[in-house]
């Protein structure tokens, strides 16, 4: 499975943007997509996650009610949607996928097997 994320660009405080992530594969209806993000200094930090099986959605604390995760499977692409974006968003994103994640490493970015190359965010205040 390759990946490739795409949608980011400058907005400003409470804008919106809409990050896509298509993958190559047939199979990729059959993934678990998260979302990660890194700003410069941080380390990784999880955002939002769909899993494949019945479409449950999972989101860092810090973005929920703000970011929606969802999926097109006819087009293989998972998008996040950003609403209310605030300058603390601002980060590389990247999306991550796999097929056999259990639900309490959602959120470990290690437990991926495949990555995006990462689309950069940035919120001006």
């Known amino acids: 499975v390759q990946l490739q994320a795409s949608g980011g660009g400058l907005v400003q405080a409470g804008g919106s943007l809409r990050l896509s992530c298509t993958a190559s594969g047939r199979t990729f209806s059959t993934y678990t997509v998260g979302w990660f993000r890194q700003a410069p200094g941080n380390e990784r930090e999880f955002v939002a996650a769909?899993?494949?099986?019945?479409?449950?959605?999972y989101y860092a604390d810090s973005v929920k009610g703000r970011f929606t995760i969802s999926r097109d499977n006819a087009k293989l692409t998972y998008f996040l949607q950003m609403n209310s974006l605030k300058p603390e968003d601002t980060a590389v994103y990247y999306c991550a996928a796999d097929r056999s994640i259990i639900l309490s490493d959602i959120g470990r970015g290690d437990a991926y097997d495949y990555w995006g190359q990462g689309t950069l965010v940035t919120v001006s205040s």
């Open positions: 769909l899993r494949w099986n019945g479409g449950r959605t």
